[in-house]
């Protein structure tokens, strides 16, 4: 008998692919006789290669190598001779649907996401709000795999053993962790103003830290030349501030670093997942955004979630909506002296 052999597809953006590690890891550790394609973007590697011995990585480059219908159906007939017998659409988009189609076609067991969009769409209306939990992307990806005959249990820790990632991989410059340190890592960009806390007002919450723990590390994570400039300014206050990600060397060696932190401050952003899988403990800041629209971070408690009380929150799922007021109160009302007393609540733990 052959063995099954599924394909799990993913494309999107980093968080949105760090989400489907806790369910693939579960799929996988829960059939082990199952042979599971993880198909991503290249960027995505680091998450799945040493994940389990069964899970294997596809990088799909679909803007590039793989663009438009003639690109796919390239991309289809690579997938075609890996002989799966069953495909796990955990994306559902435009390309997504179109490989789906393909494989519908060729009789294929195929499921795909359920992303709950009338829920999604009560959660942000302007009137008659409904602040109601949507299921998590974590369920959503576990309830195509029940439909596909793969019910699991979703059970994940870290991507790392207890001990957190070899700092020895990391440039000299972050060397090892004094037992009497506190490592505090601030991510403090997002993809759209409605999910970034003001910078000035970050600052503040970092000078304050600084100020509280002599012996503290702050760590700064971002990426791209602008954003590389303003945690270049911010590192130059402080000694104690340092620009993690002009030292890092990908992904890997970032989750490495995160693995020993304390406690990660973010957004509602890649950087909050990422944290996340490494079992760390996240402080998220929401703006427009809100955890009820089921992305938050792995493992992630709602006592750490920052927040304003706003009848107009939220009114974006992915914050990517002008501000209905015109003045981002969801991110501007919010105090750094709060965003510290949630820091310190984790700080005082460890």
């Given at each position: ?118 829920g999604k769409s009560k959660l942000i209306a302007e009137h008659n709000k ?16 029940e439909k596909l005959g793969y019910p699991v249990k979703l059970e994940f ?18 060397g090892d962790k004094r037992p009497f340190q506190q490592w505090i890592g ?165």
């Amino acid at each position: 008998m052959n063995t099954e052999h599924l394909l799990i597809m993913r494309f999107s953006a980093l968080g949105d692919v760090a989400m489907t590690v806790p369910v693939v890891y579960s799929l996988a550790s829960q059939y082990p006789n199952l042979r599971i394609t993880m198909l991503s973007k290249p960027f995505a590697r680091p998450f799945f290669e040493n994940i389990a011995p069964n899970v294997g990585f596809m990088a799909a480059d679909i803007k590039k190598e793989y663009h438009g219908v003639r690109g796919l159906n390239a991309l289809y007939r690579r997938l075609a001779a890996k002989n799966f017998t069953a495909v796990a659409d955990f994306h559902s988009v435009l390309r997504s649907d179109y490989l789906r189609m393909r494989f519908n076609f060729d009789h294929y067991r195929v499921e795909s996401i359920d992303k709950h969009r009338s829920g999604k769409s009560k959660l942000i209306a302007e009137h008659n709000k409904e602040l109601i939990q949507q299921p998590t992307s974590f369920q959503n990806y576990a309830d195509v795999l029940e439909k596909l005959g793969y019910p699991v249990k979703l059970e994940f820790n870290s991507l790392f053993p207890p001990e957190g990632g070899n700092l020895r991989l990391l440039s000299d410059k972050i060397g090892d962790k004094r037992p009497f340190q506190q490592w505090i890592g601030i991510a403090p960009f997002a993809a759209h103003e409605g999910k970034m806390y003001p910078l000035p007002l970050m600052k503040n919450v970092i000078r304050m830290l600084v100020n509280k723990h002599p012996s503290c590390r702050v760590f700064l994570f971002g990426g791209g030349n602008e954003e590389m400039k303003l945690l270049d300014e911010i590192s130059s206050e402080s000694k104690q501030i340092i620009n993690a990600s002009r030292l890092m060397n990908g992904l890997q060696q970032e989750l490495i670093l995160m693995s020993h932190l304390d406690v990660m401050v973010s957004m509602d952003s890649a950087n909050m997942h990422l944290a996340s899988l490494v079992n760390t403990q996240v402080v998220s800041i929401w703006g427009s955004t809100h955890p009820f629209a089921g992305f938050m971070g792995w493992n992630q408690s709602m006592d750490n979630v920052v927040q304003a009380d706003l009848p107009c929150r939220p009114c974006s799922i992915y914050g990517n909506k002008p501000c209905l007021r015109g003045d981002w109160a969801c991110m501007h009302n919010i105090s750094p002296e709060v965003v510290v007393e949630h820091i310190e609540r984790i700080l005082q733990t460890k």
